[in-house]
């Protein structure tokens, strides 16, 4: 019996995420793994906006995360639509591996 192996490839698409990443960079993601502050992760978003690539910044008691982008003047974040449930925040963003390889770091 083989064991699926949680980890799947995602593409960024915008430059929310500038510097960190890039529209095009291909990414990554850790599925199922729960986020730590400063760890970027990809997040069903609310309002009907699909899936997201955003930072998390940090988790209220209620359970719900706080996401933004780190290009605060392009795209939006919890500023726009709100704190996002947990289990819409579906993986932990590892690395990208094209085109610029990286391993990606929390924020501070």
Same mark, same amino acid.
């Given at each position: ?5 949680? $980890?799947?490839? $995602?593409?960024?698409?915008? =430059?929310?995420?500038?510097? *960190?990443?890039?529209?095009?960079? =291909? ?15 990809? =997040?069903?978003?609310? =309002?009907?906006?699909?899936?997201? $690539?955003?930072?998390?910044? !940090?988790?209220? *008691?209620?359970? *719900? ?6 290009? $605060?003047?392009?795209? *939006?974040?919890?500023?726009? !639509? ?27």
């Amino acid at each position: 019996m083989r064991r699926s192996i949680p $980890v799947r490839a $995602v593409s960024v698409s915008g =430059a929310s995420m500038r510097p *960190t990443l890039r529209d095009g960079d =291909a990414c990554l993601v850790w599925w199922g793994r729960p986020p730590r502050p400063g760890d970027v992760v990809v =997040a069903r978003l609310p =309002a009907g906006r699909g899936l997201g $690539v955003k930072r998390a910044a !940090f988790q209220d *008691t209620d359970g *719900t995360w706080w996401l933004r982008s780190d290009n $605060v003047g392009v795209g *939006t974040d919890s500023a726009a !639509f709100g704190m996002v449930a947990a289990e819409d925040v579906l993986g932990r963003v590892l690395l990208r591996y094209w085109p610029r390889p990286a391993w990606l770091r929390r924020s501070a």
